[in-house]
């Protein structure tokens, strides 16, 4: 009866590791892609923004702002399972970004370039914002961020409703 108990015991043990760490990934991306969101639409004092699971989740040395943005490192936590804690650089947007540089031409609600979403939370649906909810929002109506609205107010948007 021991020899089957201890390969049981030891399944049990990894399958607890496993969702530990699926759960840890889980709450390291949705603290990944809130901070690309508000950085989007404000980057000054992020640094002293909170993040959104303090129980979970935390600032790792070296999270700040450097030369060329901010390097948001953060790592969460489940259990001993421990994700993150590695640089990720949210960079400063140009000085001058020209109207026509964001673009959306598959029209899916995320800027093409840097995959940010292009309107608000409401637009979007699941908890990550996967995917554009098109009953919900009208692209480039008032749910627009606000540097996004050449993209839709364009006159090759307009006109044909395609780019």
């Known amino acids: 009866m021991a020899s089957i108990a201890a390969p049981m015991i030891q399944l049990n043990v990894q399958q607890a590791k496993g969702r530990a760490n699926m759960e840890a990934r889980l709450l390291y991306q949705a603290e990944v ?23 979970y989740c935390k600032k790792v040395d070296g999270y700040g702002y450097d030369d060329e943005g901010f390097n948001f490192k953060v790592s969460c936590s489940t259990g001993k399972q421990t994700v ?10 140009a000085l001058e970004r020209n109207p026509g540089q ?7 609600g995320f800027e093409d370039v840097t995959g940010l979403p292009t309107h608000d939370d409401s637009c979007y649906e699941g908890w990550k914002g996967d995917g554009f909810r098109n009953r919900a929002c009208q692209l480039g109506g008032n749910n627009v961020i606000p540097m996004y609205e050449n993209i839709y107010n364009s006159k090759r948007f ?5 780019y």
């Open 84 to 93: 993150g804690g590695k640089n990720l650089l949210l960079a400063f947007p």
């Open 102 to 108: 964001f673009t959306d031409e598959d029209q899916n």
């Open 33 to 55: 892609d809130r901070a690309k969101k508000i950085w989007s639409t404000d980057n000054v004092d992020f640094d002293k923004r909170e993040l959104y699971n303090t129980k």
């Open 158 to 162: 307009n006109d044909y409703g395609t």
